[in-house]
Structures are given as C-alpha cells and as structure tokens.
C-alpha cells in the first residue's frame, strides 16, 4: 500500500514537472514537447512513471501524439472533464441550487451578444422551434424542446463557451424536474394562477420586436420556477 501510495505522489509530481516545463517555455498548442526519454532524465525518473504521467495529460486534452510529429501540445476542451464526471445523481441539492443560478445568469447576461447576433434567418428558426412544441404540463415544454429553443439562443450569440455549458446544465434541470416535480408543480400553478407564466412563445415575441430590455425582464420571469427552487429550504 505504501508502494502504491508513494507511486501515486510521483506520478503526480512529474505531472506537475511537465506542466511547468511546457509553461516556462512558453510552449503554445501546437508545439512539439519533448519524448519520455527526455524528461526521465531531465527529472532521474523511470520512463514508466513517465509514461503515467503523460497518459494524465492526454486525459486532460493538454497533449496528444501525432504521426511523424511526436507529443504535440492542444488547447484542452474546457468543459470536457465535467461531462466525464458529473452525474446529477452524485449533486446535493445545494450544489444544483449553484449551477441553477449559473445557469439564471447565462440566460440573462447572453441576450446582450445574442441580440446583436441576431438575424432575420434565426427568428424565422425560433419561430419554427416554438410552433413545434408540445407541453407536457404547466410550464414545462417537453425536454427536447426546451433544450432546442435555448440551445438556439446560446448558438445565436456565438459563445462556445456557453454551449457547452448548457450540455452539462441540462441534465442537472432534468434530474431537478423529475425528482423534485412536487415542488415544481405547485409553483407553475401558483405562476399560472397569478399570469406570471413566461413561455418561450412570450420571450419569442420580445425577440421579434428587438427588445432586449423586454426580453430579458421576460427571462427572468421564464426563469422564475428555478429562482423559487434556489430560494426554497431543500436540502
């Protein structure tokens, strides 16, 4: 055990040793990196704690092996680890809370890059994607289509960064909806009651006529059922 233990801390010890290496020398993607040999000297280590190492980094998306080119240095993909990892299953609920509030921010602070996006060719998308949903309760379009409608938006302002968000968020929102559907129902219908209800066809209509201020007040009302869940005393 105490092999293994110690095995483990060198493994991340040269890690750490190529990452500063590939930093102090300003290496950028692209950049070939020197071979196992190299740094098992460079560092008085055997090459299969070497090999560990870079077998981390490739994991990571930091370098990858290229014919004729050797270990070449890559831009990693930054959401990648997430998706692997996280399983809502595995979220407390004051986790969920957290992301659900990442998630509030991103829908209202894109709509500045996704109205000076936006194209007539969008709208006319938008439309058709409205015009095909089916509710299948208060409040609550099918899956599907609510991922297609706010996908679309995130594709509209051209943030990658935010697209791949959403594929990590949405599964958190589902699992939300499923397993805690006794809270959510209670509060579509209070929403509903009240005509507080803010449906992509409303937010659709604030988009039609250019009115970013509308449409993000609108948002936070479509919002709203996620802020009542992040306010609520689960846990």
Do not use: C, W
Request: charged share 25%; proline share 4%.
């Amino acid at each position: 055990m105490e092999n293994e233990l110690t095995t483990t801390t060198l493994v991340d010890r040269v890690e750490e040793k190529i990452i500063e290496y590939i930093k102090e020398n300003h290496l950028i993607p692209g950049d070939a990196l020197p071979n196992e040999m190299f740094f098992s000297e460079l560092l008085g280590i055997s090459r299969n704690v070497v090999r560990e190492a870079m077998s981390r980094l490739r994991m990571l998306g930091l370098i990858r092996s290229r014919t004729k080119r050797g270990i070449i240095i890559t831009e990693p993909p930054l959401m990648i680890g997430f998706q692997r990892v996280l399983d809502p299953q595995f979220l407390s609920i004051g986790t969920m809370k957290e992301m659900m509030g990442v998630r509030i921010s991103l829908e209202i602070g894109v709509a500045e890059l996704f109205f000076e996006n936006l194209k007539k060719t969008d709208v006319l998308e938008l439309e058709y994607i409205v015009s095909q949903e089916k509710a299948v309760e208060i409040n609550n379009p099918s899956l599907q289509d609510e991922i297609m409608f706010h996908t679309k938006i995130y594709k509209i302002a051209g943030n990658n960064f935010i697209l791949q968000f959403n594929k990590i968020i949405y599964p958190v929102i589902v699992f939300a909806k499923q397993n805690y559907d006794n809270f959510f129902q209670p509060v579509n219908q209070k929403l509903l009651d009240n005509g507080e209800i803010v449906s992509h066809l409303d937010l659709l209509n604030f988009i039609k006529k250019n009115n970013k201020n509308g449409y993000q007040n609108a948002m936070r009302g479509h919002m709203r059922p996620y802020m009542e869940f992040i306010k609520s005393d689960l846990k």
